[in-house]
């Protein structure tokens, strides 16, 4: 439901602005990401907050802003 999407959006978002937590884990591990990779995740989630849940083009879905950087991180296990 359109409900629970946002409220999946809010609780992701809220883990993504601080780089770590639960939901944010669980996205991760969702993606493939290794352990090893997961807290590396957390820190490029957090220092691309403002890009990926951008208040002003709520359009723009997360999984294919979050899908164009992990294209440029290949380094990473994680992918969408």
């Known amino acids: 439901s359109a409900a629970s999407d946002v409220y999946k959006r809010q609780v992701i978002s809220e883990d993504a602005s601080r780089g770590s937590g639960e939901n944010l884990t669980a996205l991760a591990q969702i993606l493939g990401c290794n352990k090893s990779d997961q807290i ?7 220092h691309h907050y403002s890009f990926l849940f951008h ?12 899908e164009d950087l992990l294209s ?3 380094s990473m296990s994680c992918k969408v």
């Open 55 to 66: 208040k002003t083009d709520p359009g723009i879905n997360f999984l294919l802003k979050l």
């Open 72 to 74: 440029h991180n290949q």
């Open 40 to 46: 590396d995740f957390g820190i490029m989630v957090h």
